[in-house]
């Protein structure tokens, strides 16, 4: 990590590049903060984007959870909202979960559609217009994307243009890998931006970030060791170049 990766704002804890990288790791976490007194809907808070953020979430259901991804992405857009602009840019997450991704760029003032399977969005529809009513430039947009299904119906690439994709923690073990790439394709322009944090767990779903580089150009901006999480930054084949980035690989 450099100061280049919009992270300048810490302390190194030592001299060598795993000791600082665990020193963001704790300023990332330090975000995180839980109710005082148990209440009868379970919740965790996060201070983002200048804001106080109430995430409410459900045990039961994986995309209901606040994982670390989630943070460490979130992190990266408030740390580097002067390279990575977000007022006004069209913004779609995949796998949106809590909306805690979702709600931060909102804060950041873009254009966000915040998507997800359809037995999620009641929770994440209530996450979103908790924490940003009355306190964003633009109120973002909630809908469902099965990823693969009625792309073009949901989505036709003649009308919707995104300037950013954001990804935290989809790929993990579940059947529809094949269907994720496809979304990503389908909603990829030529100068869409991803930005995708990943936890690596199992070979057989690290594998996908081979097929995703078939294409895609995939840069790593971030390396969280201690988390197993990498933050990637990606642009369709060639237009990386085109378009260089400023962060250290």
């Known amino acids: 990590l450099s100061n280049r990766d919009g992270i300048q704002d810490i302390k190194p804890t030592g001299k060598n590049p795993s000791d600082r990288a665990l020193g963001v790791v704790a300023e990332i976490m330090r975000r995180r903060f839980f109710p005082a007194h148990i209440t009868h809907k379970a919740w965790e808070g996060f201070h983002f984007a200048g804001h106080e953020i109430r ?59 915040a998507t997800d399977l359809p037995e999620l969005l009641g929770n994440l529809q209530h996450n979103v217009l908790q924490n940003t009513k009355l ?41 529809f890998l094949d269907e994720l790439l496809l979304t990503f394709d389908h909603l ?16 057989k779903e690290n594998q996908f970030v081979g097929r995703f580089q078939t294409l895609f150009d995939l840069e790593v901006i971030s390396n969280f060791p201690s988390l197993n999480i990498t933050l990637y930054k990606a642009m369709r084949k060639g237009r990386m170049k085109a378009r260089p980035s400023k962060l250290t690989v």
Not at 103 to 109: D, N
């Open 135 to 175: 306190k964003c430039k633009n109120q973002p947009h909630v809908k469902e994307l099965s990823w693969g299904i009625d792309l073009e119906k949901n989505f036709p690439r003649s009308s919707c243009h995104f300037d950013y994709i954001m990804a935290a923690d989809v790929v993990y073990h579940h059947p």
């Open 55 to 113: 995430i409410t979430e459900a045990t039961d259901c994986y995309g209901a959870v606040v994982w670390p991804s989630a943070l460490v992405l979130c992190y990266f857009l408030e740390t580097n909202s002067k390279q990575y602009n977000l007022v006004d840019k069209n913004v779609i997450e995949i796998g949106a979960g809590t909306g805690l991704v979702s709600i931060v760029a909102s804060l950041l003032g873009a254009l966000v559609t």
């Open 188 to 203: 990829c322009k030529n100068d869409t931006v991803i930005l995708w944090a990943m936890r690596f767990r199992l070979d």
